[in-house]
């Protein structure tokens, strides 16, 4: 059981590239989400999704979107990246019924 | 929109000592609280969770409050460790919608 994963751990973008950042989760949990945290900052919520093929906007999801084809995986694209998403981003998941988010490792993202 | 407030935003302690982390919110209207710590660099540790009937958890040596009529949780830290040393992050639970976190409190713990 491996828990929330995160791929990759690092990466570097220059203005305009785009990337997807992976989050994958083996408990079978319907419910997932994406945060980003900035430095000296607590997380704030970019995307969720309720189960597969449905996905809600969060506090702040300018810039990115997202997709939820199976339970497992909810990847995050990045399109047209630019230096204000230089950050730490962080997926989490929960069972419906559940109060408890478990999160993954964390990607950290530079754009430059 | 829920706020969240962490004080102190930085707290530097002598090993040994007990010490009280602050969580203030604005909407008492929420699901769970939930305490996470987070080491430089690392994903987060969830350390405790309080759900909305709940008053209170124990985990160790560590304590967990929650008053919803004034707005506010404290966490505890018992005897502190320099292993302690740490950001503590408050975060709110609203339902489906994801949590609500604090900015945190950066903790060190001097030998």
């Known amino acids: 059981n491996a828990g929330v994963t995160q791929t990759p751990k690092f990466r570097i973008l220059k203005i305009g590239q785009s990337m997807t950042l992976q989050c994958a989760q083996d408990m079978n949990h319907n419910y997932m989400y994406w945060y980003r945290q900035d430095p000296g900052m607590g997380l704030k919520l970019i995307y969720y999704s309720v189960g597969a093929g449905i996905t809600d906007k969060g506090e702040v999801p300018n810039g990115y979107n997202v997709s939820r084809s199976t339970t497992e995986d909810f990847p995050l694209r990045l399109e047209l990246a630019a230096p204000s998403q230089t950050s730490v981003y962080f997926c989490a998941s929960k069972n419906g019924g559940a109060y408890e988010q478990y999160f993954g490792p964390g990607t950290r993202l530079t754009v430059t | 929109k829920q706020e969240v407030t962490q004080i102190p935003a930085a707290l530097s302690v002598p090993e040994g000592e007990n010490l009280v982390l602050n969580c203030s919110f604005t909407?008492?209207?929420?699901?769970?609280l939930q305490w996470f710590r987070q080491d430089p660099g690392k994903g987060l540790t969830s350390l405790l969770l309080i759900q909305s009937s709940q008053r209170e958890q124990t985990s160790g040596r560590l304590n967990a409050s929650l008053d919803k009529s004034s707005g506010r949780s404290t966490l505890y830290i018992a005897a502190s460790q320099p292993g302690d040393s740490a950001t503590y992050l408050c975060a709110l639970g609203g339902g489906a919608d994801g949590l609500t976190f604090g900015k945190g409190t950066h903790l060190i713990i001097q030998p």
């Open positions: 909407d008492s209207a929420i699901y769970n």
